[in-house]
Nanobody, 120 residues
Framework: QVQLVESGGGLVQAGGSLRLSCAAS????????VAWFRQGPAKGREFVAS????????NYGGSVKGRFTISRDNAKNTAFLQMNNLKPEDTAVYFC?????????????WGQGTQVTVSS
């Protein structure tokens, strides 16, 4: 089991930046792939970015590519999402997720989410 706790959300003007953090419990964080998803108002869940267990193999959703950067610090059991040049359409609840250890499967573990609001 792993518990994920997001932080760093808030209100920012368009063009601004935020850095989200995802703190994980337990000793198996460094064997899990991690991803960020988001869900905006009246929208479905959207993939934002993912990173492999070793910090390699990053992937990004088309709407955030070039603006967002995913990273992780396994020594601190923490993943990050650096969000630059934010747009009003980035407004959403952002969720940190993780796979089971040593698998490339589904993101079975989810945090409670952190709200990001971008004003125009």
């Amino acid at each position: 089991q792993v518990q994920l706790v997001e932080s760093g959300g808030g209100l920012v003007q368009a063009g601004g930046s935020l850095r989200l953090s995802c703190a994980a419990s337990g000793s198996t964080f460094n064997s899990r792939n991690v991803a960020w998803f988001r869900q905006g108002p009246a929208k479905g869940r959207e993939f934002v970015a993912s990173i492999g267990w070793d910090g390699e193999n990053t992937n990004y959703g088309g709407s955030v590519k070039g603006r967002f950067t995913i990273s992780r610090d396994n020594a601190k059991n923490t993943a990050f999402l650096q969000m630059n040049n934010l747009k009003p359409e980035d407004t959403a609840v952002y969720f940190c997720t993780a796979t089971r250890p040593f698998t490339g499967g589904a993101y079975d573990y989810w945090g409670q989410g952190t709200q990001v609001t971008v004003s125009s």
